[in-house]
């Protein structure tokens, strides 16, 4: 992984949803000196993981298909796992501004058409 996609975790938010969703608000800071904020929403039960954030110098404006690689959604480790093993090229990622007809394209649908 380049250092470009590196972060600092300063902060972590945590917000829980009903239904097992949970927001985590994170103030980091990218290698490239930039603090921004990042939120991740998902469910605790089954992803995937929407990751918005500001795009200078750190991941961002992703979806995580299969966030449990990370380890579990509901503790705040996944987010420093995430940030410390995720790539630019990561196979389980993908752009959510692939937007189509105005629905988001997602691996699933992308397959199911």
């Known amino acids: 992984m380049g250092d470009s ?32 904020r990042y939120t991740f929403t998902g469910n605790v039960f089954v992803g995937p993981v929407v990751l918005t954030g500001n795009d200078k ?15 579990e959604f509901a503790a705040e480790q996944w987010v420093r796992r995430f940030f410390a093993e995720w790539q630019e090229q990561d196979a389980h990622t993908e752009d959510i501004a692939a937007v189509t007809d105005g629905w988001l394209t997602t691996g699933w649908q992308a397959r199911c058409g």
Do not use: S
């Open 5 to 36: 996609t590196k972060v600092t975790v300063l902060r972590i938010r945590r917000i829980a949803h009903d239904g097992g969703y949970l927001t985590y608000e994170v103030d980091g800071r990218a290698a490239d000196g930039q603090i921004g």
């Open 57 to 71: 110098g750190a991941p961002a404006n992703v979806v995580v298909h299969h966030p449990r690689r990370f380890g």
